[in-house]
């Protein structure tokens, strides 16, 4: 990739991310406080999946690093049994 696209990538990622984050903050932290028939409800799922949405990427996310670092650690394990016969 050349520099132009390099920037271009890392300005859409940048902008997305500030996006997200203040999509999420508005949902999780003002939502709750705006009555229940306002029109801004509209806009954002029910506030539960605020904390379920993050726990399960919190917990999907853990189990793909430990099973990676399981792996790698029995394949390491193997690796020196085989190299000590």
């Not at 920037?7 to 406080?33: C, D, E, H, N, R």
């Not at 029109?39 to 919190?58: D, G, K, S, T």
């Amino acid at each position: 990739m050349s520099t132009g696209t390099d920037k271009a990538v890392g300005a859409i990622a940048f902008f997305s991310a500030i996006a997200i984050f203040v999509y999420y903050t508005l949902w999780s932290l003002v939502m709750p406080f705006v009555d229940e028939d306002h029109p801004l409800q509209n806009y954002f799922p029910p506030w539960e999946y605020a904390i379920r949405i993050p726990l399960v990427i919190l917990i999907v996310g853990l189990t793909v690093i430990f099973s990676f670092l399981g792996l790698a650690m029995a394949k390491s394990k193997n690796a020196q049994t085989k190299k000590a016969k």
